[in-house]
C-alpha cells in the first residue's frame, strides 16, 4: 500500500528508517510516496545482512526530478516503490552492493541492480511482474542476469557469513510437538 505523506513528515516508519530519508530531493513543497512493502523489504534487509545503518541515496522522486537526473519521469522512484541505498556493516564499512544484490534476491525485491562503478550503491525496487536485476556498470537496458550469485561468483556464505542461520520451531501435527531448526539457505 502507498501511503503520501507530507513534504515535512519526519515520521519514525519503522525502527531504522524515517520517512524524511525519502523526500525527493528536488527540494520541492511535495508529499513523499513510500510504498508499505518498500519499506518492509528495507528493514528485512537491514537486519540480513546485519547493517549498522543503510543510507538512502534517493528514495522518492517527483516526475521532474526523475527526468533531471536520467530517469524516464515514470519510474519505480515516482511511484515511490524504490530507493537507492548504501549499507554499513558494524564495523562502519560500506558493504558491496555485490552481496547487498544477492541479499535483496532472496528477501524478494522485484528490481535490483549495482549503480555504481565502485560497488557500493544499490538500487532496489518492490516492482511486480517481470524482474530486473540489472548491473549499471553494464546497461541499465535490461536484466544481466536472473541469479545475483550465479552472476557475482558468490555463495550464501559470503553474503551472510559462515555463521549458521536458523530459528528453532516447534510444530504440533496430530497432537505431537515436532522440534528443530529451521536453517536459511
Not at 53 to 80: E, F, L, M, P, W
Not at 87 to 97: A, L, Q
Request: hydrophobic share 30%; with cysteine; proline share 0%.
Amino acid at each position: 500500500m502507498i501511503i503520501s505523506y507530507n513534504s515535512t513528515d519526519r515520521t519514525q516508519i519503522t525502527e531504522h528508517f524515517n520517512v524524511s530519508e525519502f523526500r525527493c530531493k528536488c527540494g520541492g513543497n511535495h508529499d513523499t510516496k513510500l510504498d508499505n512493502e518498500l519499506i518492509r523489504k528495507l528493514e528485512e534487509l537491514y537486519k540480513a545482512l546485519d547493517c549498522s545503518k543503510i543510507i538512502v541515496n534517493s528514495g522518492y522522486r517527483c516526475t521532474a526530478h526523475d527526468k533531471n537526473v536520467g530517469g524516464n519521469g515514470s519510474g519505480q522512484h515516482t511511484k515511490g516503490t524504490a530507493a537507492d541505498i548504501v549499507c554499513y556493516d558494524k564495523t562502519g564499512k560500506k558493504i558491496s552492493s555485490k552481496k547487498v544484490c544477492c541479499a535483496a534476491q532472496y528477501i524478494g525485491f522485484g528490481g535490483i541492480a549495482n549503480i555504481d562503478s565502485t560497488y557500493t550503491a544499490t538500487h532496489v525496487d518492490v516492482r511486480t511482474g517481470v524482474k530486473w536485476y540489472g548491473d549499471e556498470t553494464v546497461t541499465t537496458a535490461y536484466s544481466v542476469t536472473d541469479d545475483f550469485y550465479k552472476y557475482y561468483k558468490l555463495e550464501k556464505s559470503d553474503v551472510y557469513g559462515k555463521e549458521k542461520r536458523s530459528i528453532n520451531v516447534s510444530v504440533i501435527v496430530d497432537g505431537v510437538i515436532y522440534s528443530g531448526e529451521l536453517k536459511k539457505e
